[in-house]
């Protein structure tokens, strides 16, 4: 029994005595806990200013860095004011030169026909364009493409291009004088190179010519006023009469061009583009003949002549629609009527025209059908000729692509024959290069 | 009497253009700086865009309806440089003499000022389509922005002496709440420093520097040149050594290959716009950035392999 008061007097000794310890441990635990907490937040906070000090930093950094650029004068950014104009940047060492570009299509054609037509079963070097454009003044501009090429004739150059551009002109006209791609519907403003297809449309090519009407002449421009803010802007031209199979290819016959064009946007991206070309021309003049004593006489021809017996009506129609993810579908659309006398060609009324249809459908890739019907200056009566082609354009860059197109033909006139032509083209840009808007 | 009447009709034309005189007619040549113009200019002025805020600024095909919307233009503000290689054919199609960048009195280069990045040493086009005066997408940086908004405040001002002080003060306003804005932006991504992303272009460089990003590849081989599948390949390997999470595209861009890269990579495509306008959420400049920012927020906060 005192044994059993001793042990129990001992176990209550050693509880009591080990109580406090116990208190005094779970005090010490609850304080370190706390000690911790404080350094995590204190952790916490010197975590969040050392990132707001990295932003400051970061933000001085790039300060800094660019006053010392500017101190250096190592940024070759033109201030405004007194510098040149972009596409002329950034070697001052160029001076005053104009920009300078070069433009090359190389086209193989193969082809059912066995006739020495333009390129037939050849690859050539169809176009190589050396252009060039700058400021003359601060009221002025001239540009100049000179066209080199190696296709069926022995190499040749000539100006494609060359005019002199003068802006301001009284009720704000826009003057343009020399040698331009006449404003005729949409393609034949268009150099070879910015084509879709390898060659123009059919209608085109009957009627201005195989690479489309340029002339020497006088142009001007100007937006017709009008109550509905309507784009509305009309361009005369007059031109020299030695182009194009339709007119009388003497140059004192001149042509006479008008067009007229409009523009709706129906949605954000949908819009349509509408004109008018209206051209006058002669058809066939006095014949112009030198004598032995160094006398011209001027005879009529026996079959007649007619002054302005050409007269060329054109209707375009341009719809763009711009989808999602950089993708764009065209579709364009010309057509021409022609009634003039029958002097010089069998046809007194020839007409033609051609739709293309264009899908822009990733970065490298666009594909596209045009189909052509012309009634040929030259075949009157019958069926006209009707042309499919189907093309594919891989853009390898902005500056170079190559198209591949097949085109179906079905000629009219007497020797009416089917034939297939295979087209490859490739085209490069070299240097500084822009069109002007269309 | 037929002149007579003639005479009248054309009077008539000229009507609207009389009416619309007490307004100033701005034009800009992208949505963002139409944007902030009209911060500035408020009622003052009536803002026309060229540029339609879903398409790539490098490519815009001016319509003769911004032809004729510059001639009848008061102002001409664009960015200078060369990004809007567009711009030069629409100044000739338009004729005014005093638009003309960069001696015309009328146009104000927004870009003045600005330091920029990645000026070539050399210009080849074999290094794609880069930018001579240096990568001109700088309106990214809000800090950049405010230089914009006093570049075009000071200029107005001289043109319209009578709304200086106007111009100038609501400049000040917006550069204010750019200021307040930034330290908004910056403390949404200051959880993201130095984090990696991959472009599908470069033109985000000023965002990516002010933000504290990583700039680790593009999909594009070269600026402006289509990607292809080698140096995909290339990019997805490195993706993966590098974890990067982010690739940044823009919406006028396909999505498959970013898409696709994604996919390999886990990474994360997002879609941003440096064009006000381009989302409904993108409003004006600060919703443009809090779109942006906000997306690339929850992208890095969201779990792996899923998308916005």
Known sequence: ?438 | MKIKLLVIFACCLWVPHLQAADKIEVVASNSTLASIAGAITGDRADIYCVAAPNRDLHFIEPTPKDVMKLKDSDVFIHAGLDLEAWRGPLLNAVGRLNLMWPAGERQIDASRGIFLLEVPETLSRAEGDIHAYGNPHYWTDPENAKIMARNIAERLGELYPEDKEQFLRNAETFNQKIDAKLAIWQKQMAPFQGAPVVVYHNSWPYFIRRFGLRLVGELEPKPGIPPTAKHLDGLVKMMKEKSVKIIITEPYREKRTPERVAKETGARVVTFTQSVGAFPQARDYFSMLDYDIGLLEEALGLPEGETR
């Open chain 1, 1 to 438: 029994m005192r044994i059993l008061l001793i042990v129990f007097i001992c176990f209550t000794v050693f509880s009591l005595d080990s109580l406090p310890a116990r208190a005094s441990e779970e005090n010490m635990f609850q304080s370190l806990q706390q000690n911790v907490l404080d350094l995590q937040r204190t952790i916490q906070s010197l975590q969040q200013t050392v990132q707001s000090q990295d932003a400051v930093l970061r933000q001085q950094a790039i300060q800094i860095e660019g006053l010392q650029k500017k101190w250096e004068g190592v940024s070759p950014r033109p201030q405004a004011g007194t510098s040149a104009l972009p596409a002329e940047v950034p070697k001052r060492t160029g001076g005053f030169n104009p920009d300078i570009g070069m433009a090359g299509t190389v086209q193989a054609k193969l082809t059912q026909s066995k006739e020495d037509g333009e390129g037939n079963d050849t690859i050539a070097m169809k176009e190589l364009e050396l252009n060039i454009g700058q400021a003359v003044d601060p009221y002025s501009r001239a540009d100049a493409t000179l066209a080199f090429n190696d296709d069926l004739e022995p190499q040749n150059v000539y100006i494609e291009e060359a005019y002199y551009t003068r802006w301001g002109l009284p009720l704000g006209f826009t003057g343009q004088v020399g040698k331009f791609r006449a404003n005729i519907g949409k393609q034949n403003l268009l150099h070879g190179h910015e084509l879709a297809t390898g060659n123009y449309p059919l209608v085109i090519r009957n009627f201005f010519g195989e690479e489309g009407l340029a002339a020497s002449g006088a142009r001007l421009r100007n937006d017709i006023p009008n109550p509905w803010a309507l784009p509305l802007e009309v361009t005369g031209e007059v031109l020299r009469g030695n182009n194009g199979p339709s007119f009388s290819g003497v140059s004192r016959r001149p042509i006479f061009n008008t067009h007229l064009k409009t523009f709706f946007e129906s949605s954000d991206n949908t819009n349509l583009e509408l004109g008018w070309t209206t051209m006058f021309g002669d058809e066939n003049p006095p014949l112009r003949i030198e004598n032995d004593d160094g006398t011209i006489t001027t005879e009529a021809r026996p079959e007649g002549t007619d002054r302005f017996g050409v007269k060329v009506f054109g209707a375009d129609a341009t719809f763009n629609w711009f989808l999602p993810e950089g993708k764009k579908i065209k579709l364009q659309n010309e057509i021409y009527f022609q009634n003039r006398t029958k002097l010089v060609h069998a046809n007194s009324d020839p007409w033609g025209f051609y739709s293309q249809l264009d899908y822009r459908f990733s970065p490298k890739f666009s594909a596209g059908i045009r189909f052509d019907y012309l009634n040929p200056l030259d075949v009157a009566g019958g069926h006209g000729s009707t042309e499919v082609s189907p093309y594919l354009i891989f853009w390898q860059s902005e500056y170079a692509d190559l198209k591949l197109q097949y085109s179906y033909t079905n000629h009219a006139g007497e020797n009416e024959k089917i034939d297939n032509a295979v087209y490859i083209t490739v085209d490069f840009l070299l240097g500084a290069h822009s069109h002007a808007i269309q």
